[in-house]
């Protein structure tokens, strides 16, 4: 499935700046698929694409390759690439290693965070409490990614953060699925209230309980997600995550 080009297409067009053109590219698909602007099962049309970033084939393919290669599109013979779809099986491996890496980076930041540090996550946790209190799925998910960012870069472990930037990518379509869902958002901003009290009391082994904890109950919920949709699947040629993910990334508020 193919889809329209947004309204402000300046804001989509590649800028003349030292960074590499292919680097640019890459960086605003990946945002594009990451914000729910191309949608799992999306087809990647290189024609549109190059004409929407005003960037030629080469720079443009060399950007999906990496992107392939980060697991967020895929190459179908005869259709070209398509926003990848993760499966009920990939999800179960993605949350379990994302709770390991997570624990580990709250463990850390517990540990050595600098003060000024410990400020941050404390300004982002009050950004996410804000857009609950809001009702805006997409404010909070654009805070709860910010609060990450923020534990990512003060653990001190950079191969840490890039793994779980990168897994944190994967399922970036089905977060907003799960905290769709009734009662998840409240549920998850209370789970990250411990996670930020465990580190500001500085207490490494309860930052990691907390974060492993808050990763296994998201685990839980994508699998009740999973489960309720193969009770409800229709033959259809678009997968019915992608119909339930196009439907909340419409959504400016939760119900």
Request: glycine fraction near 6%; charge should be negative.
């Amino acid at each position: 499935m193919s889809t329209s080009l947004p309204v402000d297409e300046t804001a989509f067009a590649i800028s003349r700046i030292a960074a590499p053109i292919r680097e640019q590219v890459e960086s605003q698909v990946r945002q594009a698929i990451l914000s729910g602007h191309f949608r799992p099962g999306d087809r990647l049309i290189e024609r549109e694409l190059c004409a929407l970033l005003g960037v030629s084939r080469t720079s443009l393919r060399e950007a999906l390759l990496q992107l392939e290669g980060d697991g967020l599109v895929i190459n179908i013979p005869h259709k070209g690439m398509i926003v990848a779809v993760v499966t009920k099986e990939e999800a179960e491996e993605i949350y379990q290693v994302r709770s390991v890496v997570e624990g580990l980076a709250g463990r850390l930041f517990a540990e050595q965070a600098t003060d000024e540090l410990r400020a941050a996550i404390k300004a982002a946790m009050n950004a996410v409490e804000a857009a609950l209190e809001e009702g805006n799925l997409q404010a909070l998910v654009t805070a709860k990614d910010q609060f990450y960012a923020v534990l990512l870069g003060g653990c001190g472990n950079h191969t840490a953060g890039v793994v779980l930037q990168s897994l944190h990518d994967r399922i970036a379509s089905l977060r907003f699925v799960t905290l769709a869902r009734p009662g998840r958002a409240t549920v998850s901003v209370a789970e990250m209230r411990r996670i930020l009290g465990a580190i500001l009391a500085r207490e490494p082994e309860e930052a990691c309980r907390a974060c492993i904890e808050h990763v296994e109950r998201a685990a839980a919920v994508a699998a009740q997600v999973f489960e309720q949709r193969e009770e409800q699947s229709q033959p259809s040629d678009t997968p019915a995550l992608q119909q339930e993910a196009s439907t909340v990334a419409g959504k400016e508020r939760w119900t």
